[in-house]
């Protein structure tokens, strides 16, 4: 079977403009209230960052976790490095006939050309590139699949839970993660129920 190419990815995403947030937050206080925006040259991390990497390494323990009962060999050292592997986000303004930027409901249509939250490797680059046996990256890979921080999967890529590993602009990653797709071997059915 051949390996899809990573340029033939596209996903159409509606975007939150962010753009308008700090004066939407001076209005929504009272006059006496100073508003302002943390900027990454103040030189710390944004509380939202530390939240994220918390997020990541729960579920890492929780792989660990998973690993010990199922008796796999997982590595934490693979699974951390394996994030780092995720390329940047890259999306294009989705325009018309006309060319014009498109919007739907206050939101910006943007088509995701790569998600922040995907690694376009084989097993075999991964372990080359981590230099680790196949059955350790075959383990690690499968915790961490248990514990749905990765959730889908092809061949020659994986993907992560995106608001747990993103690299790219927030605002993308928000969108990405109201219609990220997921494996289906892990989709649940719900069957029956009642009609009300």
């Known amino acids: 079977m051949a390996r899809t190419p990573k340029g033939q990815f596209s996903e159409l995403i509606e975007v939150d403009d962010l753009r308008d947030n700090p004066n939407r937050a001076e209005k929504?206080?009272?006059d006496d209230v100073g508003v302002s925006v943390w900027s990454k040259k103040q030189g710390r991390n944004a509380t939202y960052y530390r939240q994220v990497h918390e997020l990541l390494d729960d579920k890492i323990d929780e792989a660990e976790v998973y690993a010990k009962k199922a008796r796999l060999g997982f590595n934490p050292?693979?699974?951390?490095?394996l994030t780092k592997f995720t390329e940047k986000a890259i999306a294009e303004p989705h325009k018309d006939i006309e060319g014009y930027q498109r919007h739907r409901e206050g939101k910006t249509l943007m088509e995701l050309k790569n998600p922040g939250c995907?690694?376009?490797?084989?097993q075999a680059?991964?372990?080359e590139k981590l230099k680790c046996s196949r059955s350790a990256l075959t383990d690690t890979l499968r915790a961490m699949k248990a514990v749905d921080l990765?959730?889908?999967w092809g061949e020659g890529?994986?993907?992560f839970d995106c608001l747990c590993v993103w690299r790219g602009k927030?605002?993308?990653k928000m969108a990405y993660s109201r219609v990220q797709k997921v494996h289906q071997s892990k989709r649940c059915v719900v069957v029956g129920g009642s009609n009300g």
């Open 125 to 127: 680059e991964l372990c």
């Open 118 to 122: 995907r690694v376009w490797l084989t």
């Open 77 to 81: 050292g693979i699974a951390y490095r």
């Open 170 to 172: 927030i605002e993308l």
């Open 157 to 159: 890529w994986i993907e």
């Open 28 to 30: 929504a206080v009272d």
């Open 150 to 152: 990765i959730v889908n």
